[in-house]
């Protein structure tokens, strides 16, 4: 077998697994929408859960799941992107550096029940916060903030070392620098993990289990201190243990059906931004 049939060889194993991955997501997909597109209405949508979850809506947790993606973004952003800057631009190639890389990837391959606990006994228990909407949110947001300082970092060093340099010449400052021309340069990756980030925590029910969702609460949150519904552990409770497992299982598949709009809805919205931000750094 020559050099250029070993290629092409190689080129359609690649392909078949490509779409053997891409068959099966359709194929999770597809089944998710044919079970679920026929639960969807707008009082689905709008009206609460009632008769032991076997009938009404999904609407607080639906507004539930909201207030923890943008809590936890809302907390581990900021932090995570300060933590990445400090990394790829400050802290050098010491073992700060080093011992600082080695527990951020020991924190990401935390299963995060175990977050989940850390987070019933720090903000819960310890700070009295309670099972609250802040607690949740500070749960996830630390769940997530391994994955924001990582992709962080290697966003900032994707820009060249030439922009660093030409902005120090004309008489810029480091922070300048990074603020003014490095930042922006590399907020179009930053913004990738930021999409990666929300698409995990959406769907996380270990964490909230101990610290925000409730069973059952047909009402919206009154502030961040309230206990709320969320759609993933919804989703788990009406599945497995409801008052009837059968009578709500077609709610389960729109609940499930609603979760995977919510997640591709903010990708999207991310991606936008994204798309958006990189146009920007191309024409400046």
Not at 5 to 31: D, E, H, M, N, P
Not at 43 to 54: D, I, K, N, R, V
Not at 88 to 103: C, D, H, L, P, Q
Not at 177 to 195: C, E, K
Request: aromatic fraction near 10%.
């Amino acid at each position: 077998m020559n050099k250029k049939t070993k290629q092409k060889t190689a080129f359609i194993i690649f392909r078949i697994l490509s779409l053997c991955v891409v068959g099966v997501l359709a194929w999770i997909l597809g089944f998710i929408i044919y079970n679920g597109i026929g639960v969807i209405s707008w009082e689905f949508l709008s009206a609460a859960p009632s008769e032991g979850m076997t009938a009404g809506g999904i609407f607080p947790a639906i507004v539930g799941t909201l207030c923890l993606i943008a809590g936890s973004v809302l907390f581990a952003f900021p932090v995570g992107l300060m933590s990445g800057i400090y990394i790829s631009e400050y802290a050098g190639n010491g073992w700060t550096v080093k011992f600082i890389r080695v527990m951020t990837n020991n924190l990401a391959s935390i299963p995060s029940i175990v977050f989940g606990l850390f987070g019933m006994a720090l903000f819960v228990n310890m700070f009295g916060f309670g099972d609250s909407i802040i607690a949740g949110s500070l749960t996830l947001g630390l769940l997530i903030l391994p994955l924001i300082i990582r992709t962080t970092e290697e966003a900032l060093k994707s820009v060249p070392d030439s922009y660093r340099t030409g902005s120090l010449a004309l008489g810029a400052s480091k922070l300048q620098t990074i603020m003014r021309v490095v930042l922006p340069s590399a907020f179009p990756n930053i913004v990738t993990g930021m999409i990666l980030a929300v698409g995990r925590v959406s769907g996380e029910t270990a964490p909230i289990l101990f610290t925000a969702a409730a069973y059952f609460l047909p009402k919206l949150p009154a502030s961040v201190f309230d206990q709320v519904m969320a759609l993933p552990y919804h989703l788990y409770v009406i599945a497995t243990s409801g008052t009837d497992v059968e009578a709500s299982r077609p709610i389960a598949y729109g609940t499930a059906l609603t979760l995977v709009v919510i997640v591709l809805a903010v990708n999207l919205l991310a991606s936008a931004l994204r798309r958006y931000f990189g146009k920007k750094v191309k024409t400046n």
